[in-house]
């Protein structure tokens, strides 16, 4: 097995995912390796059942390689438990999902504080009301989800993510679920939030004008790199 390098942000090794289906185990990802720098963008792109989202998800720990290795930020993802995964992306790793995965019975501002104060931070409050404040909904803290748009509950769950100023930003077809004018604002500041934190962005997308955004492009096909 390959040393992993202490100056990557990922490092994957020869990694595959296979899940169990009704007929037997359905090969997802098939002899991954990927390197990505600190601070740069990447985009994950490729026809729908490739392997994009499910790359991504191992990337973040969400999903368990079942072969290879998977290191992020020096540390083998591969090696650790459920519980151990769930603390090493705390404050690492902000995540947006297409779906937006509030709580709809927290307000905007208590959906961005709550996993701020669960890792230790007294100034969870004002943090998210700084994150909210930057994504344009300073003036909707009180409100719950169901009184926002789509494309201000995706700012909130940009925010959520962004909050713990983290070193990776993962992002799963973040605009899927809005429309056009809702989807470039919402890209327009993932970008912004990435510089601003300095955070190395993977991006899962199926928009070739996305893609060009990134600093590199990684194509699947079948569950391998093109």
Known sequence: MTTPQPDLMFDLQDVALS???NAGPV???RGITLQVRPGTSVALTGPSGSGKSSLLMVMGGLEQATAGRVHAMGHDLSALGE???SRFRQGRMGVVFQSFHLIPTM???EN???P???AGHKDAFARAEDALADVGLGHRLTHYPAQLSGGEQQRVALARACAPRPAILLADEPTGNLDSTNGAAIM???FAMRDQYGATLILVTHDATLAARCDRTVQLAD???A
């Open 19 to 21: 899940l169990e289906g």
């Open 27 to 29: 090969n997802i990802l």
């Open 83 to 85: 519980d151990a995964l």
């Open 107 to 109: 307000t905007a501002v």
């Open 112 to 114: 961005v504080a709550t």
């Open 116 to 118: 701020l104060e669960l």
């Open 188 to 190: 327009d500041l993932l």
């Open 223 to 225: 569950g391998q790199i």
